[in-house]
């Protein structure tokens, strides 16, 4: 095959029944330039920046920054967690002033005398304390579920594209299966299967672009903002490097920043108080229970501790694999990128087909989007690994 060897190709017309030779020329530095032309004449570079896009003109930017405070604001769970704290600050500074007014002893060390009041004050400065924590989880929560819908735009544009250049493939397949088809060089059957696998790109297709819809309006529902926006993502993850950790100190770190660790503590303490205020009017047999209430929070605690540190244990060697998994892919990258180097100069002497091209074209960037979503779920590894409970 020469490089400029003209191809016929001919197009039957079904409803027409007219048969029409096209003459097609192909042109290296249009590959090298990855504008190779489609069955209908539009370039997938141009379809990708269309679909991704959905205009020409400049889409409005929003950070991740801006989509978290937006997220915020639209948030019924952590606006509640905010009512409920300041709520429980009231109470914790009612009990305080009230413990104040009271008339109280002090005997070895211990305020005596108004059991009451000081039931009241430690009850309300729990529940203080543990409002503070669920407010800060809330946030923690939404941030990482913001995160996780931003980062999906992503993964569903990359879809596109991928697909995108599939359906080019094909189209370009069923190019060649219908000139070989009109020298009578492939059968009825080979050419209609020729079709049917580019119109089932098609459809692939049309399915990732609504697919992508689907994630670009639960980002909208979830920052508050009219179905249909489209906005230009500015924080694209990038993979970086991590830092060594040591797990079982890091397991240690986070087990007083947990908060569902830190309430089955409260449970403990709460439970303490209900036997140190105990009414004894209930009779002996409840303050047996109570006692024993005691045992059971600290049973749940020690419980809750070990599962937390496996749990921990398990995502840091999730994460650990991811970061291997990312290396391999660099690896396969600077090789797919060799094979397409060496393509081009095949092409460029005419010992391949523009077809060859494609696919070596195809590898390298489906390679680059793997790593642009692996460097996605390294991100969301690292953000659960420092606030596991955010998941």
Do not use: C
Not at 85 to 105: C, P, Q, S, T
Not at 158 to 182: C, M
Request: charged share 25%; net charge neutral; no cysteine.
């Amino acid at each position: 095959m020469k490089q400029k060897a003209a191809a016929t190709l001919l197009v039957l017309s079904l409803s027409a029944g007219l048969v029409s030779t096209v003459q097609a020329a192909s042109a290296s530095a249009s590959i090298a330039a990855n504008t190779a032309t489609s069955t209908a004449g539009t370039s997938s570079a141009a379809v990708i920046s269309k679909t991704v896009t959905t205009t020409s003109q400049a889409l409005p930017t929003l950070t991740l920054k801006q989509a978290v405070e937006w997220a915020q604001t639209n948030s019924y769970n952590t606006r509640s967690a905010e009512r409920d704290l300041e709520r429980r600050r009231i109470e914790f500074k009612n009990a305080e002033k009230d413990l104040g007014n009271a008339h109280v002893d002090l005997i070895d060390g211990e305020y005596v005398g108004d059991e009451s009041s000081w039931r009241k004050y430690n009850s309300s400065t729990l529940s203080y304390l543990a409002s503070k924590k669920q407010a800060q989880y809330a946030k923690d929560q939404l941030y990482f579920n913001t995160m996780k819908t931003y980062q999906s735009v992503f993964a569903a544009e990359n879809q596109v594209k991928n697909d995108l250049e599939a359906l080019e493939i094909a189209q370009s397949e069923e190019k060649i299966a219908l000139a070989k088809f009109a020298r009578g060089k492939l059968s009825e059957y080979a050419k209609n299967e020729s079709a049917q696998a580019r119109i089932q790109a098609q459809q692939t297709v049309e399915q990732s672009k609504t697919a992508l819809q689907k994630a670009r309006d639960a980002l909208n529902f979830l920052i508050g903002q009219p179905n249909g926006t489209v906005y230009e993502l500015a924080d694209r993850p990038v993979y970086k490097e991590p830092k060594k950790l040591d797990i079982e100190v890091h397991i240690q770190q986070l087990m007083d920043m947990n908060p569902n660790l830190w309430k089955l503590e409260d449970n403990i303490k709460t439970s303490e108080l209900n036997v140190r205020y105990f009414d004894f009017n209930g009779g002996a047999g409840a303050y047996e229970l109570a006692k024993l209430d005691v045992d059971t929070a600290k049973e749940e605690l020690d419980k809750g501790q070990k599962d937390f540190a496996e749990s921990l244990r398990n995502l840091y060697a999730t994460f650990k694999d991811n970061q291997k998994k990312y290396l391999q892919l660099e690896e396969n990258l600077r090789t797919a990128k060799e094979g397409l180097e060496l393509s081009r100069k095949k092409w460029a002497r005419g010992l391949i087909i523009e077809l060859e091209l494609k696919n070596s074209q195809l590898k390298v960037d489906q390679i680059e989007r793997q790593m642009e979503e692996l460097a996605i779920e390294l991100n969301q590894n690292e953000y659960t690994l420092n606030k596991p409970w955010s998941t």
